[in-house]
């Protein structure tokens, strides 16, 4: 029973100095409003006709991160909506921006090719 009790106040011990580490690393270094939360890298795939465009996906946020995003095939178009449009922020082939503030954005693919192209396109965003 007392060999118990020692582990157990480890444990919480240990809990306690992670808890105290994340919240400085958290207070320092880290602006506030920063997302600190990740999408996992997504793979969305599909079918195009030739000048065909596709919204691959669409989010809203409420801090400030970044966007990567990447073609296999395809040509990429991220969008902003303000003012009750949606307002182009980059396109290509790949998308990388940081520093995005809160707001609602979508992805689109286009095949700009003149025949069927079966897309890929690679994907992760701050979500919090």
């Known amino acids: ?13 240990g809990l306690l100095s992670a808890a105290a580490l994340a919240a400085q690393a958290g207070s320092r270094g880290v602006p ?3 997302c600190q939360i990740y999408t996992r890298l997504e ?7 030739s000048q065909q465009f596709a919204v691959v996906r669409e989010w809203r946020t ?15 178009s991220f969008e902003q909506f303000q003012d009750g449009a949606w307002r182009p922020r980059a396109e290509g ?9 809160p707001g609602t954005y979508r ?4 095949n700009i090719n003149h025949t069927p192209l079966d ?10």
């Open 93 to 101: 082939i790949s998308v990388n921006l940081a520093r995005l503030p």
């Open 43 to 49: 793979g969305l795939s599909g079918r195009l006709q």
């Open 1 to 13: 029973m007392r060999h118990q009790k020692k582990v157990v106040v480890l444990i919480a011990f």
């Open 32 to 34: 506030a409003g920063t």
């Open 62 to 76: 409420g801090c400030t991160g970044s966007v990567m995003a990447s073609a296999g095939r395809g040509y990429l």
């Open 119 to 128: 897309y890929l396109v690679r994907l992760s965003y701050g979500i919090g």
């Open 107 to 110: 992805l689109r693919v286009k």
